[in-house]
Structures are given as structure tokens and as C-alpha cells.
């Protein structure tokens, strides 16, 4: 987990560096006993779809690899070539895949500035336009992430708000929910209420930043929007021939209280280190901490000595901005370590 002797710990720079919950294995391990017939026919996959629609509703799922892939194949099965999806400009589908949605969905980004990651109706609405203008991209759809970028949370209320105003305007909602367990756990609600309820349309469910060794779902909550989407996911490289080990993943994840105890467990940890930090004369949080992130600002000399012994990211460089990543294998004694190197770095 610390890398090799010597090597700054790598324990805060990702939720994706955490190993696979031991649970996880023993289910992949369960899994491999005996033959199953492959591509998504197995009982691992029909029991994930009982379950999903248990927590969803009438929804169509399907298994995929990564998020990325998930967000890719889900936003080219809903869109025409010359549509458009409205995100936040920090959005992981603008940022962090590398121009996938624009190569493979074949999708132009219309990317909105935010305060703090969150699209609001105001800035979802400004841009609403050139609709039937052939000049002009046809917004499809507006996307985005919970919990966001930047570590902070949609209420229901706020996906609702979105959901209506994309709904008015004849857009889908899609939802990248690589953390949507986070951002449900630090509101005591249900994945219903964040997402079914609220009117999202398309959802990437992510497992991986929670315990899994690399399994997500997109879904769909009106089962038409489904209806090509078997091909989109097989042409967008995430069908897995042996399905079985992704679901099972899922299953275990999602069939009983295993998310709520990583994502609360995580979002805890991000907790216990935000109010550390803020209590650091010469730190301040950059945003709040509402799941399992925290953003703080450091003098860059603070940061370099700090990357002596930890490896995290700079979020903005010229701002001075980090962030620290927590997850389910964080530990008390991990975030008050790192607490206690903060304020030995800035008291130099």
C-alpha cells in the first residue's frame, strides 16, 4: 500500500489506489467455481439486474469495465453525431478521458465554468440555445457527477431542479456516479432518492473507487433509451465475455450494506482529516467536505515538503490547491499521520 521503502506513501492520492475488499475477492473467487455461459447469460448477472431494479426500479443495466467506458458507451447509445452534452468544466468525461466522449460517443462538450463543481439551473439554462439553428450543435444532453470533482454533493433537491429544466427542454440527465455511494452515504439516502427519484435518465454506477477490483453498471431508467445500447457497449470495447466476475463484484457490493459500510467509512475518514486541516493555522479547506475528498490550500513550499513524504495531487498549481483522497481502506491512523505532517510542514 506504501509503495517501496523509501517511496512517498501513496495512501491519499486516489480512492482508485485502495485494493479490492476482501469480500470482493472472496465473491470473484465464488464466482469461478464451475462453467457459466458467457456475455452477460450467467445467474450472477440475472441476480445483479433483480437486484439493481430493487434499488432502482424498472431499469435496464448493464455490466461494463471502468467508468469511462461506462460514461462513453452510455452517452453514444443517446446521442446523434451532431449533438451536444452540457457538463461542469471540471467534469471527468471533459477532463479525465482523454477526449473519449468526442473520439468514440463522437459528442461535443459544451463545458460550464462552476464555483464549485456543481451545475445549477441558472448555469444549465445559459446554455439552452441555438436550438433548430442547423449552425449550430443540438444540446442532447446535461451530465453530471456525484459526487462531483471536487468532492462536493447534489441534494435531491438540486438533481431534481436539473432533471426538470433538461426534461423542459427535450435533454436527457445522465449522472456519472463513479462516487454516487459517497454522495448517498453522507446524506443518509437511499441510490434511489439521488437518482430514480429525481428524474436522472442514464447512470454510470461506479464500484470500483468503493472496494471493487474493476466493475461498474450503466443504467438505464426509461428502458427505451436502452434499446441500442448493445451495441454501443460491445463497439465501445466494454462487453466482457466473462461477465460473471463483474457482476458477482456488483453483487456483493450492492445485495447488502457492504457500499454503506465503504463509502461511510471513506467519506468518515475525509471527515476526521478536513477538520484536522482546517484547524491548521496556514491551510484552509478550498471546498467543502461533503463525501470523501478533501481540497485544501498550501503555500507551495508547504506542498513541496509534504511530497517528500506522501504522493497526492496538485489540483491547481497556480492556486496552490490539493487534494487528499479517502477510501474504504483508510485508516484512523493514516489520516491523523498526515494531519500531523501538515502541521509539522507548515510549522517550518
Not at 200 to 222: H, I, P, Q, Y
Not at 312 to 329: P, S, T
Request: charged share 20%; net charge negative.
Amino acid at each position: 500500500m506504501n509503495g517501496a521503502a523509501g517511496a512517498p506513501l501513496t495512501l491519499f492520492a486516489s480512492d482508485n489506489y485502495a485494493g479490492a475488499h476482501p469480500a470482493v475477492l472472496e465473491a470473484i473467487a465464488a464466482a469461478n467455481e464451475g462453467w457459466a455461459q458467457a456475455y452477460g447469460d450467467d445467474e450472477w448477472t440475472a441476480r445483479l439486474r433483480l437486484r439493481l431494479r430493487e434499488l432502482f426500479g424498472d431499469v435496464e443495466i448493464f455490466p461494463v469495465f471502468n467508468g469511462t467506458g461506462g460514461n462513453v458507451t452510455a452517452l453514444s447509445a443517446v446521442l446523434r453525431p451532431y449533438e451536444a452534452v452540457i457538463c461542469p468544466e471540471t467534469a471527468h468525461i471533459n477532463v479525465d478521458e482523454c477526449g473519449a466522449p468526442e473520439r468514440i460517443a463522437g459528442a461535443k462538450l459544451v463545458d460550464v465554468p462552476t464555483p464549485d463543481g456543481k451545475l445549477t439551473p441558472e448555469l444549465l439554462r445559459s446554455r439552452l440555445t441555438g436550438f433548430g439553428d442547423q449552425h449550430h450543435v443540438q444540446a442532447k444532453v446535461a451530465s453530471i457527477s456525484q459526487s462531483t470533482e471536487l468532492g462536493t454533493v447534489y441534494t435531491p433537491e438540486e438533481v431534481a431542479a436539473l432533471a426538470g429544466i433538461a426534461h423542459e427542454a427535450g435533454l436527457l440527465l445522465q449522472m456519472d456516479g463513479a462516487r454516487l455511494v459517497n454522495a448517498a452515504e453522507a446524506l443518509g439516502l437511499e441510490l434511489r432518492e439521488l437518482t430514480t427519484e429525481c428524474g436522472v435518465d442514464v447512470l454510470t454506477l461506479g464500484g470500483t473507487k468503493s472496494g471493487l477490483l474493476g466493475a461498474e453498471a450503466v443504467v438505464f431508467f426509461r428502458p427505451e433509451l436502452a434499446a441500442d445500447y448493445l451495441y454501443a457497449r460491445k463497439q465501445g470495447t466494454q462487453l466482457a465475455s466473462k461477465m460473471r466476475f463483474i457482476s458477482a463484484q456488483l453483487l456483493c457490493l450492492l445485495d447488502g450494506d457492504l457500499w454503506r459500510e465503504t463509502a461511510g467509512h471513506a467519506n468518515a475518514m475525509a471527515r476526521r482529516l478536513g477538520k484536522a486541516v482546517a484547524a491548521t493555522p496556514g491551510v484552509a479547506l478550498a471546498y467543502p467536505v461533503q463525501a470523501n475528498a478533501v481540497f485544501a490550500s498550501l503555500p507551495a513550499a508547504v506542498i513541496k515538503r509534504l511530497h517528500e513524504r506522501y504522493h497526492f495531487y496538485i489540483w491547481d498549481e497556480e492556486a496552490g490547491v490539493v487534494r487528499w483522497m479517502c477510501a474504504w481502506q483508510t485508516t484512523p491512523a493514516d489520516v491523523d499521520a498526515l494531519a500531523t505532517a501538515i502541521r509539522e510542514a507548515t510549522a517550518r
